[in-house]
T-cell receptor
């Protein structure tokens, strides 16, 4: 089954404790992206990757890191989480063709930073 | 600033009614348009793409008005299961998923 898998689904942590949210897709998609969603603000892009070893900042990259060492994986790293990073996070992928911009989303990660 | 604007609602609509909502976009060069559906705290899922000629999928009709820079979604014979947030998504960069800009969504509540 074609899917984007995110883990964990829920995460509660404390300020400053490094964490990683994993994202993996099995569709051989070139494009992957991370979003955060907050009430009243909608989906905002954090980072995206056009292909292996190519990553770029989105609209709200501060406090986040990503890596794309393999095509299928695109982990989101919070080196020193802060309470303002409490949010619902989504990973997404796409085949990147101009006529195929459909995004496939993971199930989301609800992060709470205390 | 490139923007996609939606009325956040909520739209409270009786079951069986027809409901329509619009989404405006700021970039006249936008290439492609989509409606996504998102259930509470779940991932967004593509509902339908919006073509220049308009398109229909069952009870759902999407239309594009390039002159006025808006897209619309019409739902006929609304069902309780249509209750969700509908996200307008516009590609403002000329192609590829990288240029996708999301509206904040319109919250629809279908009441029995």
């Amino acid at each position: 089954e074609a899917q984007v898998t995110q883990n964990p689904r829920y995460l509660i942590t404390v300020t400053g404790k490094k964490l990683t949210v994993t994202c993996s897709q099995n569709m051989n998609h070139e494009y992957m992206s991370w979003y955060r969603q907050d009430p009243g603000l909608g989906l905002r892009q954090i980072y995206y990757s056009m292909n292996v070893e190519v990553t770029d900042k989105g609209d709200v990259p501060e406090g986040y890191k990503v890596s794309r060492k393999e095509k299928r994986n695109f982990p989101l790293i919070l080196e020193s989480p802060s309470p303002n990073q409490t949010s619902l996070y989504f990973c997404a992928s796409s085949s990147q063709g101009p006529e195929d911009e459909k995004l496939f989303f993971g199930s989301g990660t609800q992060l709470s930073v205390l | 600033r490139k923007e996609v604007e939606q009325d956040p609602g909520p739209f409270n609509v009786p079951e069986g009614a027809t409901v329509a909502f619009n989404c405006t976009y700021s970039n006249s060069a936008s290439q492609s348009f989509f409606w996504y559906r998102q259930d509470c705290r779940k991932e967004p899922k593509l509902l339908m793409s919006v073509y220049s000629s308009g398109n229909e999928d069952g009870r759902f009709t999407a239309q594009l008005n390039r002159a006025s820079q808006y897209i619309s979604l019409l739902i006929r014979d609304s069902k309780l299961s249509d209750s969700a947030t509908y996200l307008c998504v516009v590609n403002m960069a000329g192609g590829g998923a990288d240029g996708l800009t999301f509206g904040k969504g319109t919250h629809l509540i279908i009441q029995p």
